[in-house]
């Protein structure tokens, strides 16, 4: 679809793109989220170790950190494709959609979504910068998802 297009088809529908502000905000929300799920779930193991030891942070932090990677893609996946946005996006008022149907993704492209999307945090946040020069201010995720994220 032709920027031209998608313009048409979002007049046509009412839809507006959502400010870069309500995503920051909408990312740290989740963001806060996922790290209280965290702390709850491996609480134990936090307890245990001497937070000055280098070593046992660092070997606790080496078994954590698979976990705390499925722990953001599976909370991603669901929200987008159960609601069409996460917890954070639906305090800020935005959702995730489809660009070829206007309708939230499915769970295949929320999926890859949210696997993009750790790609991006892992390489400093690059993929969320990409969306200040793009027209639809779209991130790596939503690229690759074929995406936006507009207000609700």
Known sequence: MTEHELIKK?????????????????????????????????NDALKTIDAGNF??????????TPYIILMKVAYQTFFVWMYGATVG???????????????KPNILFSLIRANIRLVSEA????????ALGNFKRQTWEDIAAKTLVVNA
């Open 55 to 64: 070593n046992e942070v660092s070997t606790l932090m080496y078994y954590l």
């Open 10 to 42: 979002f007049e046509s529908e009412n839809i507006t793109l959502s400010p870069l502000y309500k995503r920051a905000v909408a990312y740290i929300i989740d963001e806060v989220i996922i790290t209280f799920f965290i702390f709850f779930a491996f």
């Open 123 to 130: 390489l400093f946040f690059v993929g969320f910068l990409w």
């Open 89 to 103: 996006k639906m305090a800020v008022k935005i959702r995730v959609i489809s660009i070829a149907d206007v309708q």
